[in-house]
């Protein structure tokens, strides 16, 4: 249940126990504890930057419900469906969570859609609450890695770089595990000073986050040795993932701001309601 890591060019070594603490005889592992921490501190971040965006915490929380167990079953799914090789002679490997076989871009995509519908049902600003949840993502994302590390996984080829890490005498490899976490944690602090000082139109920090995050991801993904890739080939999923919704964001996010809109929908409805957008003029010392 240890892995010894090391970065030799920095001299530092760390020996790491998988399992967190036990209760009642479970095993609670360092990854599960660390991801739910991430969860945590993105809750908090929101709901205290909610107003920000013309919402308030019921709506907020209503909405979590819904994302939290489709962001989970899409991160399985897409794992699965790009899997189905192996997943379609082992069907009853399918719900086996358990054994790992996770993606973060399916977790995403159901999360985004549950809060889609949620925001249709409830008439609210599908692409006002894409803001939101773009800037949770971050930070759940920036902490998440860091489970990656405890477990020695999703780390990159071999490399003579500086910050190669060995795991358990095996590399150096790059650790693409801090790459995205660094990434994800710069995009984090840029959005946020977006959201407070330069928040034009709704829809605007999502639009951000897919070129951010897709920028990063594009050429991090490249890096790994555990990507899923489209049938036989070596296209890299992710990789194609990455530089299509960032493209995709770069040319909505230019045309938002030429065109001056309020709301993302308008680009294809000029009269479609922003939802009551009011522009940032809540005191800083009232949230974050």
């Not at 971040?45 to 919402?55: A, N, P, Q, T």
């Not at 959005?191 to 407070?196: A, G, R, T």
Request: net charge positive; charged share 15%; aromatic share 14%.
């Amino acid at each position: 249940m240890e892995n010894v890591i090391t970065f030799p060019a920095l001299g530092i070594s760390v020996t790491v126990n998988r399992v967190a603490f036990n209760v009642f005889g479970k095993d609670i592992y360092w990854y599960g504890v660390i991801i739910a921490l991430g969860f945590a501190l993105a809750v908090l971040y929101c709901s205290l930057r909610i107003r920000r965006f013309g919402f308030n915490n019921d709506l907020f929380f209503d909405a979590l419900v819904a994302a939290l167990p489709s962001a989970i079953v899409g991160a399985r799914l897409y794992y699965v469906i790009w899997e189905w090789d192996y997943y379609s002679k082992y069907p009853s490997e399918i719900i086996a969570v358990w054994h790992g076989g996770m993606a973060i871009y399916g977790g995403i995509i159901g999360a985004l859609v549950a809060v889609a519908i949620y925001g249709r049902v409830k008439r609210a600003s599908i692409p006002g609450m894409f803001d939101v949840a773009a800037l949770g993502l971050l930070i759940g994302q920036c902490l998440g890695r860091w489970g990656n590390f405890i477990n020695g996984e999703a780390h990159g080829t071999l490399t003579d770089s500086v910050l190669g890490m060995t795991v358990n005498g095996y590399g150096p490899f790059h650790p693409t595990f801090l790459y995205e976490s660094v990434w994800t944690a710069l995009g984090f602090v840029v959005l946020h000073l977006v959201s407070v000082y330069f928040y034009r139109f709704r829809g605007q920090i999502f639009l951000s986050y897919l070129v951010w995050y897709g920028a990063g991801r594009a050429v991090i993904e490249g890096l790994r040795t555990d990507s899923l890739y489209i049938g036989q080939t070596d296209i890299r999923v992710s990789q194609v993932v990455a530089v299509v919704s960032c493209i995709t964001g770069l040319v909505l996010l230019v045309l938002c701001l030429r065109r001056g809109v309020r709301t993302l929908t308008q680009l294809v409805d000029p009269h479609a309601d922003p939802r009551a957008i009011r522009y940032p003029t809540v005191k800083e010392n009232e949230d974050i």
